[in-house]
């Protein structure tokens, strides 16, 4: 059965560094989001993306937040100079319709 | 804001023991509701997509229900591995009529003991 893939399943970093989190989309898919969930917490948006651009983004998605798609099967999320509170699981998901999330990235900002 | 409550927070129910999971939500023009299962440490796992009043799905022991306020996840006889957390969301309209973007609830914690 086809899967949303995510890779690492776990990083740490420095805080004030830069991370990329890195995702396979489900192949034929069209639209690309991204979710985040600091533990003991909700599941919130960050981004939404279709042909190329983003659609929309939430609040939380500031200029230190940026998603590309380099190629046809790539989908990035880059987190510049991170911060303790950006610790959390990330998620990526992507859809027809309903949306289908991958297992998650594990961000530790120490 | 639209909102999602999820009750109860937690259940615990032994083995067989059917219950039901709620799921109230306040939204301008609901697009849908869906329900999610999540384990620890894994990402959300979808179930069902429910999109008008009345609307029921069934996969296995979970049946999902909605009305023009709520909506509820009935499990039937559960069993050991029902055990998650599961989530509801609702989609709200995005700015390409195509796309949405989910709103979770904060999820039942269900613990089926054998």
């Known amino acids: 059965e086809p899967e949303v893939t995510q890779t690492p399943s776990h990083q740490v970093t420095q805080m004030g560094q830069e991370v990329i989190l890195r995702c396979v989309p489900i192949?034929?898919?069209?639209?690309f989001y991204w979710y985040r969930q600091i533990l003991g917490q909700k599941v919130e948006f960050l981004v939404s993306?279709?042909?190329?651009?983003?659609?929309?983004k939430s609040e939380i998605f500031d200029d230190q937040f940026s998603v590309e798609r380099p190629d046809g099967s790539n989908f990035t999320l880059k987190i510049r100079s991170t911060k303790l509170e950006d610790s959390a699981m990330y998620f990526c998901?992507?859809?027809?319709?309903?949306?289908?999330f991958g297992q998650g990235t594990r961000l530790t900002v120490v | 804001e639209d909102q999602v409550t999820q009750s109860p927070e937690a259940l615990r129910l032994q083995e067989g023991e059917s219950s039901s999971l709620n799921c109230s939500y306040t939204?301008?023009?609901?697009?849908?509701l869906f329900w999610y299962r999540q384990d620890p440490g894994k990402g959300p796992e979808f179930l069902f997509t429910?999109?008008?009043a009345g609307e029921e799905k069934e996969k296995e022991r979970l049946k999902a229900t909605l009305t023009k306020k709520e909506s509820f996840l009935h499990i039937t006889a559960p069993k050991p591995e029902d055990s998650a957390t599961y989530l509801c969301?609702?989609?709200?309209?995005?700015?390409?009529?195509?796309?949405?973007?989910?709103?979770f609830g904060t999820g039942t914690r269900l613990l089926v003991s054998p």
């Open positions: 998901a992507s859809s027809p319709g309903e949306a289908f």
């Open positions: 969301a609702v989609q709200e309209p995005g700015m390409n009529t195509g796309f949405q973007k989910l709103v």
């Open positions: 993306f279709y042909n190329n651009e983003i659609s929309e």
């Open positions: 429910l999109y008008s």
């Open positions: 192949s034929n898919h069209l639209y």
């Open positions: 939204v301008s023009g609901l697009r849908g």
